[in-house]
Structure formats: structure tokens, C-alpha cells
């Protein structure tokens, strides 16, 4: 599915104009102005998987703040969103194929850590709630109690289902059912799967950060079939040689002057991969 299909960024002259006619002089850097229009990027035409590819410091990122910031598109992590946004915005055009649907949002690798961050933190909870419900087992089960009024009656509840269970069954019976313990990367991946639903325009920036190699092929599959299956248009900052070789998508190379289109094969990272283990080729048989 294709929802948006074109954006264009001002070019510097543009951008030169626009901070002549600004009036406070107190600012050193007008953060977005002058970043993508030093690599010449004027204009991103998309298809359903679109790569931006780039080092640190490219603009990937940058080109995806912007266009989440033109497009009213929702996020979860605060960024580096300086005063100058919406002037640089203003000056930028998107055209859509169709009307980008309600629910279309960015998705950052700040958003999945602080997921991860806040499921430590309720997991922990979670431990100390576990060890309470242990000694309120054997305090129960073994507690010398009558009952001798109906204020009574809760704690005579308590006990005997104490007494009819084992300890495993009891505790687990009180804790909350939808916590899941997983790992760091479980967690991560988990985080995409619950976000990302049908018929949606995501914007991803860096998703590989936090996921093993392993995990980063099944988030290939999972994005690639939301794309084929379920009407999603994807945009991807990444620099991960599983991403940049998703089906049909179509990847600029933001270390090149001008911004490129490329083949992911040709991209330098990708081959600094592939000529380090063909040097190693022969410890692998």
C-alpha cells in the first residue's frame, strides 16, 4: 500500500532566504535548516518498504523527524524538536497517494527502550509482589485460624484456598496474567509487534537497536508481511544489513553527496560485511 509518495525538502537557497527573514540572531544552529540540503536532498519518492540508509550524523534521522512532523503523524518519545521545526516544515511539501489513515505514527528506538525501561520496572514490581504472595502462602496455610466473626471471612477465603492449592498456583493466581517476562530483545520485538497493525504508515527510525541478529530477521518477516498482507507503507532509518535487504524496498544512501538510490548490496557497510567473512569464508566450512 502506498500512502505517501512524494516529500520535498526546501533547497538551500530556500533555506537561505528563510533565515535572512528570521529576527532573533541569538540562535548559532537553526536545527533542521542546512542539514539535508548540504547532501543536496531535495527530494524522497517512495514505495511501500523505503530505506534510508546513512552514519551517524547522515540525516537519516533528521529526514524522518521532519517528514513525522509535517505529516501530524503521532510518537511516543520527546525529540530533538528545536523552535525552528515548524518554519523549516512550512517550507516542505508532502504528496500523498492516499489519505495517510488515522493511527499512522514513528516509531523510535528511544520509544523501545523506554518500553523496555517501564516492563524492567513493572517486572520488578512484579518480584517484590511475588515474594509477598510467599509469605502470605505459608502464613496461610499453616496459620492456626478460627473463625470467629464475619470480619473474619476474607481471611478465611485466603486460607483455604491456600490450603487447596500449591504454591506455584496461588501466587500465580494473583498476579497480574499480561505481565510477560522476556528479554531485552524479546521485549523490543514484542513492543513492534503491539504497535504496528494494519493499514498504517510507520515511520522507523534505527528499530535494529536492541535486537540480536536473530530477532532482527524475524522483524524483517514480521514488517515485510505487514507490508504484503496487511496494507502497510514503511519508511526506515537503518543502518542493518537484515533490514536493508527487505523485498522490493527502495533504499537511499545518505553517505553519498548527492543523496543516492542504491542496491543494498552496493552499499559500503554491507560490504565491509561481506568482504570480512569472505575472509573468513574458509573457517566456516
Not at 504484503?228 to 526506515?236: A, K, S, T
Not at 527502495?250 to 543516492?260: A, L, R, S
Request: hydrophobic fraction near 35%; aromatic fraction near 14%.
Amino acid at each position: 500500500m502506498l500512502y505517501l509518495s512524494e516529500f520535498r525538502f526546501p533547497d538551500y537557497e530556500a533555506e537561505v532566504s528563510a533565515r535572512m527573514d528570521e529576527k532573533r540572531t541569538c540562535y548559532n544552529t537553526m536545527y533542521p535548516f542546512f542539514v539535508l540540503s548540504r547532501r543536496a536532498l531535495e527530494r524522497l519518492d517512495f514505495e511501500p518498504v523505503t530505506i534510508l540508509y546513512g552514519g551517524n550524523g547522515s540525516g537519516k534521522s533528521t529526514a524522518l523527524n521532519v517528514i513525522a512532523e509535517k505529516l501530524r503523524l503521532e510518537r511516543d518519545s520527546l525529540f530533538n524538536r528545536s523552535s525552528f521545526f515548524e518554519k523549516y516544515t512550512a517550507l516542505c511539501r508532502a504528496k500523498t497517494a492516499r489519505a495517510v489513515p488515522e493511527g499512522s505514527r514513528m516509531i523510535t528506538s528511544d520509544d523501545v527502550f523506554d518500553f523496555m525501561l517501564n516492563l524492567r520496572g513493572l517486572n520488578e514490581g512484579i518480584d517484590k509482589k511475588r515474594e509477598e504472595l510467599y509469605e502470605e502462602y505459608l502464613d496461610a496455610k499453616y496459620s492456626k485460624f478460627t473463625m470467629t466473626s464475619l470480619d473474619d471471612y476474607e481471611r478465611l477465603k485466603m486460607v483455604c484456598d491456600a490450603r487447596s492449592k500449591t504454591t506455584s498456583r496461588y501466587v500465580r493466581g494473583r498476579l497480574s496474567d499480561n505481565v510477560r517476562e522476556q528479554s531485552n530483545g524479546e521485549s523490543g520485538f514484542f513492543y513492534f509487534t503491539q504497535k504496528i497493525t494494519e493499514e498504517r504508515l510507520y515511520l522507523l527510525d534505527e528499530p535494529e537497536n536492541s535486537l540480536s541478529p536473530e530477532r532482527q530477521k524475524e522483524l524483517v518477516e514480521f514488517l515485510e508481511n505487514a507490508v504484503r498482507f496487511f496494507g502497510c507503507q514503511l519508511v526506515i532509518a537503518t543502518h542493518s544489513p537484515f533490514l536493508l535487504s527487505m523485498r522490493g524496498a527502495k533504499i537511499y544512501d545518505f553517505d553519498e553527496d548527492p543523496v543516492d538510490v542504491k542496491r543494498w548490496t552496493e552499499l559500503k557497510n554491507v560490504r565491509i560485511y561481506y568482504d570480512f567473512f569472505k575472509q573468513y569464508e574458509k573457517e566456516f566450512k
